[in-house]
């Protein structure tokens, strides 16, 4: 798999045309503190790593809905393998004028670009969420 980011915001874009009340992604520890950010901003109910078997880890995500739409209204990938985007702290973007999140990898892992700004951080932008 080239683009394990992609994969996962595919899956639950996915799982949400469906209504779907849960998904599940093969494990990596970026995929994590991704669907840990979306549990902090409230775009996901809750999630659990299942390790039952130890080279299988899942991460199972618990997908939020207000009524019958779901909380997540687009997800979108913005750096990509073949084209990198890193961009400084003063033009990190702001999603729908601060309504969304964007998530950037920074040198202190991944955070919000509001914590990133806060923190006077720049690095990749990986995705847009709102």
Same mark, same amino acid.
């Given at each position: 798999?080239?683009?394990?980011?992609?994969?996962?915001?595919?899956?639950?874009?996915?799982?949400?045309?469906? %209504?779907?009340?849960? /998904?599940? /992604?093969?494990?990596?520890?970026?995929? %994590?503190?991704?669907?840990?950010?979306?549990?902090?901003? +409230?775009? /996901?109910?809750?999630?659990?790593?299942?390790?039952?078997?130890?080279?299988?880890?899942?991460?199972?995500?618990?997908?939020?809905?207000?009524?019958?739409?779901?909380?997540?209204?687009?997800?979108?990938?913005?750096?990509?393998?073949?084209?990198?985007?890193?961009?400084?702290?003063?033009?990190?973007?702001?999603?729908? +004028?601060?309504?969304?999140?964007?998530?950037?990898?920074?040198?202190?892992?991944?955070?919000?670009?509001?914590?990133?700004?806060?923190?006077?951080?720049? +690095?990749?932008?990986?995705?847009?969420?709102?």
């Amino acid at each position: 798999m080239t683009d394990p980011i992609a994969d996962l915001l595919t899956r639950l874009r996915n799982a949400q045309i469906k %209504h779907k009340n849960s /998904v599940n /992604v093969p494990y990596s520890k970026i995929k %994590h503190d991704l669907v840990k950010i979306l549990k902090e901003e +409230g775009y /996901v109910s809750s999630f659990f790593v299942s390790d039952d078997e130890p080279a299988k880890k899942i991460i199972n995500i618990r997908i939020k809905y207000q009524g019958e739409e779901p909380v997540i209204k687009q997800l979108k990938r913005i750096s990509k393998p073949g084209q990198r985007i890193y961009l400084p702290v003063g033009k990190l973007p702001r999603a729908l +004028g601060g309504l969304g999140i964007i998530i950037v990898s920074t040198s202190q892992g991944l955070m919000t670009a509001k914590n990133a700004r806060s923190g006077n951080i720049g +690095g990749e932008v990986l995705c847009e969420i709102y």
